[in-house]
């Protein structure tokens, strides 16, 4: 009887640390942005989630990386989409013409 109420007891220990750990990952998400290629490349969509420093947004099939903020006043008052929604744009489906642009380039 005593090993049937500690079995018992283990599986309710794990059941509740089960229950806290999606909760606790369900708490980091803060939904989803979509971006639009600026040169005709589709769109895309991803997760994005709060982190220690800020926001992330998790590229497809990569990593979380944190979203980029322009620190140019006027470009941010003009600027009608996201800073996650950019950083993806940027980082994936415009990633080849941001390199060019950021080098001077034709763009």
């Known amino acids: 009887m005593k090993i ?10 794990g059941a509740i640390a089960v229950l806290a750990s999606a909760s606790a ?5 803060a939904g989803y ?9 589709g769109q895309v969509s991803a997760p994005v ?22 620190s140019l006043f006027l470009n941010r008052l003009l600027s009608h989409s996201d800073p996650c929604s950019d950083t993806l744009r940027r980082q994936s489906i415009d990633f080849w013409e941001t390199q060019q642009e950021e080098q001077g380039g034709p763009g």
Request: hydrophobic share 40%.
């Open 4 to 13: 049937n109420r500690a079995v018992a007891g283990l599986a309710l220990a």
């Open 25 to 29: 990952e369900a708490g980091r998400a």
């Open 33 to 41: 942005v979509t971006a639009y290629s600026d040169y005709g490349n």
């Open 49 to 70: 989630r709060h982190a220690q420093f800020g926001f992330q947004v998790k590229l497809p099939g990569g990593p979380w990386i944190y979203c980029e903020t322009n």
